[in-house]
């Protein structure tokens, strides 16, 4: 879309309208919340792996090679989150995005 024709709205079914909405009621509940700590701690896990040491691409020809590479890529994020809890390094801050700084300010 070229924007040349506006804005789009888009009707679900009632049914599929229905079920999203309980989906976005069961969000808010407490035992949604907790199971989803448990992916956002894998998320940041992975993200901070793909940043820190590139893993998403190896070095190496080869799975043996490879899995050394990501055995050692492991253990240096082990190290560096020891190396944060021994010397008491704060985590770092979630991203705030234009749009909510702008309301922070007002």
């Given at each position: 879309m070229?924007?040349?024709?506006?804005?789009?709205?888009?009707?679900l079914p009632r049914e599929q309208q229905q079920v999203l909405w309980r989906r976005r009621q069961e969000q808010q509940t407490e035992g949604w919340k907790k199971r989803y700590d448990v992916r956002a701690g894998v998320e940041g896990t992975i993200s901070q792996a793909v940043r820190r040491t590139g893993i998403r691409r190896?070095?190496?020809?080869?799975?043996?090679?490879?899995?050394?590479?990501?055995?050692?890529?492991?253990?240096?994020?082990?190290?560096?989150r020891l190396n944060a809890w021994l010397t008491d390094t704060p985590l770092g801050m979630t991203r705030t995005s234009h749009l909510a700084t702008l309301d922070l300010a007002a």
């Open positions: 070229n924007g040349k024709y506006g804005r789009q709205l888009t009707l190896t070095r190496y020809t080869g799975l043996p090679k490879t899995h050394l590479g990501n055995v050692l890529a492991a253990t240096a994020i082990n190290l560096i």
